[in-house]
């Protein structure tokens, strides 16, 4: 099975249960690190952040769908995570949840519209297609429009309760 039909596969066999627990299915990403094949599985919750206990239970509850379903076929070391603070946002329902938020965009390389002339900028996400991203550059407010290829990574810095 390929790269992206695991990962697929995995969205499907875990998320009901990751929601049933109260959390939120953030990703899932399989991939090498060297010899090594990895799957990891990034949870989110709305309310408090994510433990270590958190990752834990989710561990737990998962482990024994994804062995009956038996997706990969080779050995494989799993990791349940959270996005972490400052996290990248992947899809459109992550994207979303951003809209009018400030967001820092990183580049492939240096764009002519953005008077910083750096890759890396602070904007608000002010709206996004398939094809481009609306941000309001920080500080400024100065508008912009970025074609999807020209963008390495959105990530979003999220702050927790103490």
């Not at 066999?13 to 953030?26: C, K, Q």
């Not at 890759?119 to 398939?130: P, Q, Y």
């Not at 429009?145 to 990530?155: F, S």
């Amino acid at each position: 099975m390929k790269k992206k039909q695991i990962e697929k596969t995995i969205r499907e066999i875990t998320a009901g249960i990751i929601e049933n627990l109260g959390y939120e299915l953030w990703n899932v990403e399989y991939y090498h690190d060297g010899a090594e094949q990895l799957l990891e599985i990034t949870i989110d919750s709305a309310d408090s952040g994510i433990s270590l206990d958190d990752c834990e239970k989710v561990t737990r509850a998962v482990i024994p769908a994804i062995d009956e379903a038996d997706p990969i076929e080779c050995a494989y070391s799993l990791a349940v995570s959270s996005p972490g603070l400052n996290r990248e946002l992947k899809n459109g329902a992550h994207l979303d949840k951003y809209i009018n938020k400030e967001v820092t965009v990183k580049l492939f390389a240096k764009n002519d519209s953005i008077k910083t002339g750096e890759k890396s900028f602070n904007a608000v996400l002010k709206e996004f297609s398939r094809e481009s991203f609306s941000f309001e550059i920080i500080p400024g407010n100065t508008p912009v429009t970025i074609i999807k290829k020209e963008i390495a990574r959105i990530c979003a810095y999220d702050k927790i309760n103490i």
